[in-house]
Each structure stands twice: as C-alpha cells, then as structure tokens.
C-alpha cells in the first residue's frame, strides 16, 4: 500500500485545517484507517479512526471539533480539524490497517483507554506538522 499525505501547516488559535491521504494499491484488505498525532510531551496518541463500516471514534480531547471521512471511491482519508487549539499542535499522520482502529460502539477500547486503537502493523503516511499560535 502506497500513502501520499498532504495538508497541515499553521494557523491561528480557532482556525481550521484538513489532512488528507490518499491510499492506493490493497486497500481491500488495509481499509481500517486513522490519524495519530506526537509530541515530545504526549508521545503518540490515536486522533481519530474510521472503520471499513463508517464506524468512527475519537480522542476526547477532538471530539465535537474534528471529523474523521473516507471517500472510498476516491481511496482518500481525510482530517477536518475545527476550532484549533495550541495543544493540537503536533505531527499528524494517516495510517491504515487491516484490523479496525475504532471500536464497534465507538467507544474506549477498554475502561479508560483509548477509543483509536494502536495499529498491529499498518501502511503510515508520511507525516504533517500542524502548529497552532494562540
């Protein structure tokens, strides 16, 4: 599986922002996808996922300001981040995996964990920064 990431960049405290990826080659068989993000402080943690079924979860923290689409005719992932804040600053990147990323309900994986789930191996993007200023 081939992965082209693009978007990112800088913006102001409440601006928007969209990732895209576009995936291409066995997309059949990864067709569970996601977006993490890292930071030195917080390490990698999962943003958002979407399932082959259009089941989504989200990191708490996202919810109500991103969303996470799929355009499967397209084979193209995208991120709509709304009303950014500093602390979403990071480095974004799509992955897709051949197990579902979001839970069925869409909700934590397990009590207090996460509601995007690690990938077991995945085809990953190349990464985007996204800075926000206050």
Known sequence: VRVVQSGGGSVQAGGSLRLSCVFSGDTYTW????????????????????????????????????TISKDNAEDTLYLEMTNL?????????????????????????WPGGPAVREPLNGYWGQGARVSVVS
Not at 50 to 56: H, M, S, V
Not at 87 to 100: G, I, K, L, N, Q
């Open 31 to 66: 067709k569970h996808m996601g977006w993490f993000r890292q930071t030195p402080a917080r390490g990698r943690e999962g943003v958002a996922a979407i399932n082959d079924d259009g089941t989504t979860s989200y990191l708490a923290s996202v919810k109500g300001r991103f």
């Open 85 to 109: 804040k500093p602390e979403d600053t990071a480095e974004y990147t799509c992955v897709a995996d051949y197990r579902p990323l979001a839970k069925a309900d869409g909700g934590d994986w």
